[in-house]
């Protein structure tokens, strides 16, 4: 793991070099003390200006503006162009590079030139005419306009590689806000499917109920069978009203969001739809693989197992797998292919797979991105503890399977206090 050291809120790496260049500007102004013109003033001059080229990062125009004055009075000292006077070109570069403006880099470079021109004036009169002024400003310029020339370059490169940055960091908080508000819904959807699954089941007691009580005097065989449905329902019915307020309290999970912004697919919408409200069973799952077999997919269909009877709200997840898993493969696989259809009953769990050999075709171009089906039946899935997965097959196309375990067949009584 890589930890990320900061001094001063700065990176380690780069007050290190920025430390390692004011060194290097400071030991050249010592390096001259006795040789070079003004002796240890203009030795002090150039320490000053590598303690400036300290904060060149946090604070370019004004270290800029220190070390052009102190320039400037070792030009009117007539010390000439000595080795520490790199500090300018160092501070030219920063200002360009790090400072808010541009119109900042801009006036440096205006400033740098007329320095040039003096220092190539001064250099003229101290090598009495050795070389000739203006080709020492010529040369002096040329240094100094590339150095000018490399830092916009930089500087153009980091204001990109920063908007790259932060248009990323938009859409990643973009796309988790749509994941959540996608999960948000689907809790929402799954809460009024689940309510009507209790409203049923609340329907069928008060119809057994009453029907017990009509027959308890005439036939107690009969009001007794009656009133084990009744208890057999509420009990079945008090476990789906706890998944539903489970479903209405729990947060959204940050892997169902990651997921969403990651691998969003399709929902239901489409040939798959059903009304929000509309009472879904296993036995209406032929009519569903018809109707995608009439929309162009080759549908196998097979149940394994001895059937166990499900309660209706797991009964709904397992037909809302399926109806999902075959939109996506009727959305990304196209028409024509081929997908296998799997219900297994196991002691103890339901096993479901939609598997597709991805060897369909487009009618129109690729199906858009950008829905959330496998938050959807992964939110389905978790309601009753089961476990979800999806992804590409190495033999090509797309499954999804799904393991759904049972409730216990011991019913949980309810005792009156």
């Known amino acids: 793991m890589t930890v990320n050291r900061t001094v001063f809120g700065r990176p380690l790496r780069s007050v290190a070099f920025d430390v390692f260049v004011s060194a290097v500007v400071a030991l050249l102004a010592v390096a001259g003390v006795v040789a070079q013109p003004g002796g240890w003033q203009a030795t002090l001059t150039g320490a000053a200006m590598?303690?400036?080229?300290?904060?060149?990062?946090?604070?370019?125009?004004?270290?800029?503006?220190?070390?052009?004055?102190?320039?400037?009075?070792?030009?009117?000292?007539?010390?000439?162009?000595?080795?520490?006077?790199?500090?300018?070109?160092?501070?030219?570069?920063?200002?360009?590079?790090?400072?808010?403006?541009?119109?900042?880099?801009?006036?440096?470079?205006?400033?740098?030139?007329?320095?040039?021109?003096?220092?190539?004036?001064?250099?003229?009169?101290?090598?009495?005419?050795?070389?000739?002024?203006?080709?020492?400003?010529?040369?002096?310029?040329?240094?100094?306009?590339?150095?000018?020339?490399?830092?916009?370059?930089?500087?153009?490169?980091?204001?990109?590689?920063?908007?790259?940055?932060?248009?990323?960091?938009?859409?990643?908080?973009?796309?988790?806000?749509?994941?959540?508000?996608?999960?948000?819904?689907?809790?929402?959807?799954?809460?009024?499917?689940?309510?009507?699954?209790?409203?049923?089941?609340?329907?069928?007691?008060?119809?057994?109920?009453?029907?017990?009580?009509?027959?308890?005097?005439r036939d107690p065989e009969t009001a007794r069978a009656a009133v084990k449905v009744v208890a057999d329902t509420g009990r079945q019915a008090l476990e789906e009203m706890r998944r539903l307020v489970g479903v209405l309290r729990e947060e959204g999970r940050p892997e169902a969001a990651a997921e969403a912004g990651a691998a969003a697919e399709p929902d239901g919408a489409g040939v798959a739809a059903d009304p929000e409200h509309r009472r879904l069973a296993l036995t209406e799952l032929p009519a569903l693989l018809d109707r995608f077999r009439a929309a162009g997919l080759r549908v196998r269909y097979a149940a394994t197992g001895e059937p166990a009877p499900l309660p209706p709200g797991l009964e709904l997840t397992v037909y809302r797998v399926v109806q999902e898993g075959l939109t996506n493969a009727l959305k990304h696989a196209g028409v024509g292919a081929g997908v296998e259809v799997t219900l297994a009953h196991e002691p103890?769990?339901?096993?479901?797979?939609?598997?597709?050999?991805?060897?369909?075709?487009?009618?129109?171009?690729?199906?858009?991105?950008?829905?959330?089906?496998?938050?959807?039946?992964?939110?389905?899935?978790?309601?009753?503890?089961?476990?979800?997965?999806?992804?590409?097959?190495?033999?090509?196309?797309?499954?999804?399977?799904?393991?759904?375990?049972?409730?216990?067949?011991?019913?949980?009584?309810?005792?009156?206090?």
């Open 50 to 217: 590598a303690v400036a080229l300290l904060f060149r990062r946090s604070h370019p125009s004004a270290v800029t503006a220190v070390v052009a004055v102190l320039a400037l009075l070792q030009v009117v000292a007539g010390w000439g162009p000595l080795p520490y006077d790199i500090a300018v070109l160092i501070a030219l570069y920063s200002v360009v590079k790090y400072a808010d403006r541009l119109r900042d880099g801009i006036l440096a470079g205006i400033v740098a030139a007329v320095g040039v021109l003096l220092a190539a004036l001064q250099n003229d009169q101290q090598t009495d005419g050795g070389v000739a002024w203006w080709a020492t400003a010529i040369y002096f310029g040329l240094v100094t306009g590339a150095v000018w020339l490399v830092g916009l370059n930089v500087r153009t490169r980091r204001l990109y590689v920063l908007s790259l940055e932060e248009r990323a960091a938009t859409l990643e908080r973009e796309r988790e806000a749509e994941a959540r508000a996608a999960v948000a819904g689907e809790r929402a959807r799954i809460a009024r499917e689940l309510h009507d699954v209790v409203a049923h089941s609340m329907a069928v007691m008060i119809v057994q109920a009453d029907g017990a009580r009509y027959m308890l005097d």
């Open 348 to 417: 103890g769990a339901v096993l479901v797979a939609v598997v597709d050999d991805g060897r369909g075709r487009t009618v129109v171009g690729p199906a858009p991105s950008g829905g959330h089906g496998l938050v959807g039946m992964r939110e389905r899935v978790a309601v009753y503890d089961g476990s979800l997965t999806a992804g590409p097959r190495l033999a090509g196309g797309w499954q999804v399977r799904a393991r759904l375990p049972l409730p216990s067949s011991a019913g949980t009584e309810v005792v009156a206090a």
